[in-house]
């Protein structure tokens, strides 16, 4: 499977399908244009020259942060990166694990981080961390095919026991459609190159993804996403290797291994027009391909506007983790527990934004794994020690919110 995610609140999937049930639909991979994109500047222009203004503001944010907090914000956004680009695939990852491998893989400390045990999920998870740090290092060195097949063998340590798909090859023989069922109606939104001319089509892609690193770009990184994904060239993974590989052409475009921005929460945001842009370029459906069905256009303003979303989520999250250390400089001699230094620092974290209304004594319960009463006296003793703040309303809704530093 791939593409597993809403599409309109609906669920897409793969299959491999007989030829009486093939749509006679022209895909963009048809075009004798293919792969020969092209797009009108005058349009983009203004959404690059915002994502650039970003670009410059995130970095002097990035080069301004203190001592290690640099490597805290890096760890947020990888955090953020591995969470969402499974959420995008209808996956969700425990907080936790995640947090533990990124910190183990970027070398930082894990104190109150949860113990990580050898669990499938664990293993899955610190297969997909490991792949996306490696998706954005070494980025003098060329990709090639083994590597992309590598990168989603990492998605699957384990093989699926429910079904059988091809891990670190690519996909069968036969051909693949996205689809996804609405009511008792199944829809094809897409269907892939077929098998035949898959390792020439994926030739030319790589082909073109190392003589163009030396000219990075943006652009460069929204051309790669949508190719690469429209190849379809895995029985599943395709999303995230996709994205996996954008980050790389971003990296590239900006000269840096560091992450401080996640492209993939910004897609996991806008994911219901992520499939649409996706499937109506395609398909030849955007206003800029009537005149020419290789004009991406459509796509790349889409893709400069979540990009810009991101970055701005990036600058945000610099801010958060300015804001800890400050918070913890002005508490650094209040006597806390274990568990409320756990849970003050989920809160301050906000991974994956999971508290923007605030906590309560039920999720504080789940959180520091203790009983209701003692949740409830813990909140009010950080009340009390101006950790948290009471937000409005009461009785058992009753949520708290750090307190201002």
């Known amino acids: 499977m791939s593409r597993i995610a809403a599409f309109n ?12 049930e093939r749509k006679q639909t022209m895909y963009i991979w048809q075009s004798q244009q ?70 183990r893989q970027l070398g930082l400390d894990q104190a109150g981080m949860p113990h990580v045990n050898f669990a499938n999920s664990t293993r899955q998870t610190e297969s997909l961390v490991a792949m996306l740090c490696d998706a954005t290092t070494d980025l003098e060195q060329s990709i090639h095919q083994q590597r992309l097949c590598e990168m989603q063998a990492a998605l699957f340590p384990e093989p699926p026991l429910s079904r059988h798909i091809n891990v670190g090859e690519l996909r069968a023989d036969a051909p693949m459609q996205v689809v996804s069922q609405q009511g008792r109606r199944e829809v ?25 690193a030396l000219e990075a770009n943006v652009l460069r990184a929204a051309i790669a996403h949508l190719w690469l994904i429209t190849l379809h060239p895995f029985d599943d993974g395709n999303g995230r290797v996709a994205r996996a590989l954008t980050d790389r052409a971003l990296a590239q475009a900006e000269d840096t291994s560091v992450r401080f921005y996640s492209l993939s929460a910004a897609i996991e945001a806008n994911r219901n027009d992520y499939y649409n842009i996706l499937e109506n370029t395609q398909s030849l459906k955007t206003a800029s391909q009537a005149k020419s069905e290789t004009d991406i256009t459509d796509w790349l303003m889409w893709f400069l506007e979540v990009l810009s979303q991101a970055m701005q989520q990036g600058i945000h ?13 002005i508490h650094s001699q209040t006597v806390l527990t274990e568990r409320q230094v756990k849970v003050l620092n989920r809160l301050l974290d906000s991974t994956g934004e999971e ?6 004594a039920s999720k504080y319960k789940s959180l520091a794994d203790v009983s209701k009463a003692t949740a409830t006296r813990d909140l009010a003793e950080l009340v009390n020690k101006a950790c948290l703040k009471q937000l409005p309303g009461g009785g058992r809704s009753t949520r708290y919110a750090i307190a201002t530093v």
């Not at 892609?205 to 003589?211: P, S």
């Not at 508290?355 to 309560?360: E, L």
């Open 9 to 20: 609140r609906l669920k897409h999937h793969c299959r491999i399908v007989n030829k009486v």
């Open 34 to 103: 293919w792969p020969h994109f092209s797009y009108q500047q005058a349009l983009i222009q203004p959404r690059l020259e915002q994502v650039q203004a970003l670009q410059h503001q995130l970095t002097g944010k990035a080069n301004d942060l203190p001592a290690d907090l640099d490597r805290q914000a890096e760890m947020d956004a990888l955090i953020q990166n591995a969470i969402q680009t499974s959420e995008i695939e209808g996956e969700k990852l425990n907080v936790g694990s995640v947090r533990s491998s990124v910190a």
């Open 188 to 212: 094809v939104h897409f269907e892939a190159p077929p098998r035949q001319q898959l390792e020439q089509e994926l030739a030319a892609f790589i082909d073109w993804f190392n003589k163009s």
């Open 317 to 329: 999250r610099i801010d958060r983790v300015v804001a800890k250390a400050r918070f913890w400089q």
């Open 355 to 360: 508290f923007t209304a605030g906590i309560n």
